[in-house]
Nanobody, 115 residues
């Protein structure tokens, strides 16, 4: 199994920045893709960004140019740098890992952007 622990959420004003972290442990060698998702109240959970083992990245259109996903293999950690935050970015942000047929979720971290 893979365990994922997110951190770095909080309250920030519109236009501000935050950096989320996701530390992975367990069967790390099995991970092919790391992802960030988010879920706003009353809405479905949406994909925000992904990064592959080869460092290829994909972003949702709503965050392109503002968010950056990156990884530090030495620390088994994936980051999500969020700039120019908007109130509509308010959500619980979840880290996820995919390897083969296995998909694991973290518990999430709350990000609130005030206007």
């Amino acid at each position: 199994q893979v365990q994922l622990v997110e951190s770095g959420g909080g309250l920030v004003q519109a236009g501000g920045s935050l950096r989320l972290s996701c530390e992975a442990s367990g069967l790390i060698f099995s991970i092919n893709v790391m992802c960030w998702y988010r879920q706003a109240p009353g809405k479905q959970r949406d994909l925000v960004a992904t990064i592959t083992r080869g460092d290829s990245t994909v972003y949702a259109d709503s965050v392109k140019g503002r968010f950056t996903i990156s990884r530090d293999n030495a620390k088994n950690t994936v980051y999500l740098r969020m700039n120019s935050l908007k109130p509509e970015d308010t959500a619980v942000y979840y880290c996820a890992s995919q390897g083969g047929s296995n998909f694991y979720w973290g518990r999430g971290t709350q990000v609130t952007v005030s206007s």
